[in-house]
């Protein structure tokens, strides 16, 4: 396994201009020359402005934002697919915009992977030279990496296709392809770039749950590019909400439903399922000292959604949040769980 010691990353004040002369006009953009005059006076694209976002090793970074919002530009910009025109991206406290060629291609083959939309497979391959791709890269001998990629093919739940091609498979069944060829890599960082928008609703939550699964165990650096508001809430440890090439706001998945920055993020969370989301200690009130714990109670970190199950079958009239070692942190009782759930206009 990787070193779950990794440091993380670290993004500081990154900008992105594309066209022919994008570094005369980072002073200009810096003291707040917009997006449409930009390309409008000067014939450039503002891409990204200004993004300073900190991940913290083994945890999942969603960056989320509508198409154009520069979601797509900035995780290239983590394995250096693109070269910014100002600021900093530190993998581990090193400054990747600084790499040599070599060192660049160094930290790409062995400390990052990446998982693609469009799956990105080779069809003269099967599935298991497909896995073993990027072990050849680093030059690991056949044998070792197959019983490695073979590992990895079975934890994604393709023991059995190792011998099938691309054209074979499912859209799902080659995005577990696609995951596996990343994992087998056995690199701190993955970047999954909307690695399952191209899947069916169905499939995707499977997917999601694979990673999920998978990451209680493997605690990489991941960051997820999604547009899809629901998978952000349900994958990201950390959320940022991108538009037009600028954070608009980060947070935790409570910190963005409930406390959305602007109309902006408040039209994009209206319609979430908050039972799902928000957690119970968002709406308990204080435990009494004479409460009695011995009735129903339910972990914190639990979600609104999983206290009203209890209630709905249980005989009591509320339930007392405990922390991880029993202790009661408060209480929440169906009218504040229920008026939870609705979506404050």
Do not use: C
Request: charged share 25%; glycine share 8%.
């Amino acid at each position: 396994m990787a070193d779950t010691k990794f440091g993380g990353i670290k993004i500081r004040h990154l900008y992105k201009i594309f066209g022919p002369n994008a570094q005369a006009y980072v002073d200009a953009v810096k003291k707040g020359l917009t997006k449409a005059d930009l390309n409008e006076r000067h014939g450039h694209v503002l891409g990204l402005r200004d993004i300073n976002i900190e991940i913290p090793s083994g945890r999942i970074q969603v960056i989320m934002g509508l198409s154009g919002s520069g979601k797509s530009t900035l995780i290239r910009h983590i394995n250096r697919l693109i070269d910014p025109t100002a600021g900093e991206v530190l993998v581990d406290g090193v400054d990747v915009v600084k790499m040599s060629q070599s060192e660049l291609r160094e930290f790409r083959r062995h400390q990052t992977a990446m998982v693609f939309q469009k799956f990105a497979l080779l069809p003269h391959r099967n599935v298991l030279d497909n896995t073993l791709y990027g072990l050849e890269v680093q030059g690991l001998e056949r044998a070792k990496g197959v019983d490695i990629a073979m590992r990895w093919i079975e934890r994604v739940g393709l023991k059995g296709f190792e011998s099938k091609y691309p054209n074979q498979l499912s859209g799902g069944m080659q995005q577990r392809v696609g995951l596996a060829r990343a994992l087998a890599n056995d690199a701190p960082v993955l970047l999954m770039d909307e690695a399952y928008s191209a899947l069916d609703p169905l499939i995707r939550m499977d997917m999601q749950t694979v990673l999920l699964d998978l990451q209680k165990e493997i605690k990489k650096t991941i960051v997820f590019i999604t547009h899809d508001l629901d998978e952000a809430l349900r994958l990201g440890d950390q959320i940022a909400v991108l538009r037009d090439g600028e954070v608009i706001q980060q947070g935790t998945s409570q910190d963005i439903v409930l406390r959305p920055a602007d109309d902006y993020i408040a039209n994009f969370v209206k319609e979430v399922n908050r039972g799902r989301v928000v957690h119970v200690e968002a709406v308990m009130t204080p435990v009494a000292a004479d409460h009695a714990v011995n009735g129903a109670t339910l972990i914190a970190g639990s979600t609104i959604e999983a206290a009203l199950k209890i209630l709905a079958h249980k005989d009591a009239k509320d339930l007392v949040v405990v922390d991880a070692v029993g202790m009661p942190v408060g209480v929440v009782d169906l009218k504040r769980l229920a008026a939870a759930v609705v979506t404050p206009h």
